[in-house]
């Protein structure tokens, strides 16, 4: 494990909550489309989302 300043803890906390944010949003869209190729766009882009935010986490 690194060793990270406080600050850069803070930091990396807030970017790891955006990325789970942002991942729950990016599954509730997915789940009112209706357009399958959409669908599939936003389901992608929400596990991408949340695997950021377990790599960040796992780092810490």
Not at 43 to 57: F, T, V
């Amino acid at each position: 494990m690194a060793n990270f300043s406080q600050s850069e803890l803070n930091s990396i906390r807030e970017v790891v909550s955006s990325h789970q944010t942002m991942s729950s949003k990016l599954s509730t869209y997915a789940s009112q489309c209706q357009d399958p190729n959409i669908k599939q766009m936003f389901n992608q882009a929400g596990q991408d989302a949340q695997k950021s935010a377990q790599n960040l986490i796992q780092m810490l």
